[in-house]
């Protein structure tokens, strides 16, 4: 049990680890299909061009739907898309995005 407790411990710190090295292209594969292979499109014929808003606005926007403090009529979208991800992972994707 205790033996399965650090194994799991050093997982989370590998993963972590992970993280501070993101891949923004990885992450954004999924959001693509909406919102176009470089966040060109509007999705759903909704959304802001998502790679006009700059690195710090789309990391706005993703922590906003993931908190409810951000969005339009389809938010709803947007927080299931968002809710997944941490703080590294945001800005690993606003940062591929908005290069
Ligand atoms: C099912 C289609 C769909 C997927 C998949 C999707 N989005 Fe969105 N996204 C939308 C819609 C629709 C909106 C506009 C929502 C609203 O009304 O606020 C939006 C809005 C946004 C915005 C803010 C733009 C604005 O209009 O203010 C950002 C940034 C964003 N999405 C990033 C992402 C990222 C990053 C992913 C992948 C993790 C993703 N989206 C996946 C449909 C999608």
Redesign the pocket.
Known sequence: MKKGLIVLVALIGLGSAAVAAEDGAA??K??A???GAQGEKA??G???I?KD?GVAG?IT??KGYKDGTY?????G??KG??AP?NDAQIEA?AVY?AK
């Not at 969005?71 to 938010?75: A, E, H, I, Q, V």
């Open positions: 992450l954004y999924k959001c299909t909406c919102h999705a759903l909704k959304s802001k998502i808003l789309i926007a993703l969005g339009g009529p389809m938010k979208v947007m898309q968002s991800l994707i995005i």
